[in-house]
């Protein structure tokens, strides 16, 4: 368990980290003053960096609560799709290799970076909030797809592709069976709740969009 919850740390720390470094890269502060200009006055925008500014700790919090969130439900999802198999696997192993699987994600911010920094020099906001690497969304673009259907392409991409790979591996190995056979209990418990996540935003975006 001490090595599990090591693994959380340095994962939140990770994240946390490479979060700050992004915002100043594409200084996010700036893209985000431009945007409010048309909304809200000057006076109404510096109010609100003062507050951000002052509560800027919680997203050293915010961050790992999130991660945690995410582990332990996806943990669970497998867990339950174990059990349905009768296959015997403590929590903490699965969350253990869920903790390892989410590194994978770190990847995403890096790519980004790589993308403003040096490739797409000229954008703003929207072109920051729905860039994901490696997606469908990237193919298709963003401009003129309807609200609801963004979402949907920016989980097609290659890194929940290598992710889904990597669970099955670990699981395999959990089971002590195969990759094939991991890649069949993520199949069947990971991907219809991963689906059923991607429908539950895609309705309320179409709502209240």
């Known amino acids: 368990m ?3 919850l090591l693994r959380y740390g340095l994962l939140s720390i990770f994240f946390i980290i490479i979060t700050e470094i992004t915002n100043k890269i ?3 502060k700036n893209l985000l003053r431009h945007f ?5 006055s000057i006076d109404q925008i510096n109010s609100y960096f003062e507050f951000q500014d002052k509560w800027h700790w919680l997203t050293y919090l915010y961050i790992p609560l999130i991660i ?3 582990t332990s ?4 999802v497998l867990y339950i ?5 009768s296959k015997e ?6 969350w253990d290799a869920t903790i390892k699987a989410e590194f994978i994600f770190l990847l995403v911010p890096i790519f980004k970076i790589i993308w403003f920094y040096f490739f797409q020099t000229n954008y703003d906001l929207n072109d920051v909030q729905n860039f994901y690497p490696l997606s469908a969304l990237n193919i298709v673009g963003y401009k ?10 920016q989980v097609l991409n290659l890194f929940e592709f290598f992710y889904i790979i990597y669970l099955g591996f670990q699981i395999g190995k959990l089971i002590h069976t195969n990759a094939d056979y991991g890649l069949k209990i993520v199949g069947l418990s990971y991907v219809p709740a991963l689906i059923l996540w991607v429908a539950i935003v895609m309705f309320f975006t179409l709502n209240y969009s």
């Not at 439900?73 to 669970?76: D, E, F, M, P, T």
């Not at 799709?81 to 198999?85: A, D, H, I, K, R």
């Not at 003129?144 to 392409?153: D, Q, T």
Request: glycine share 6%.
């Open 144 to 153: 003129g797809l309807e609200a609801w259907f963004i979402y949907p392409f």
């Open 36 to 40: 409010f200009i048309d909304f809200i």
């Open 81 to 85: 799709g174990l059990f349905l198999l």
């Open 73 to 76: 439900v996806i943990s669970l």
């Open 89 to 94: 696997i403590k929590y903490n192993q699965l």
């Open 26 to 28: 594409i200084n996010l």
């Open 2 to 4: 001490k090595n599990i």
């Open 68 to 70: 945690l969130i995410k």
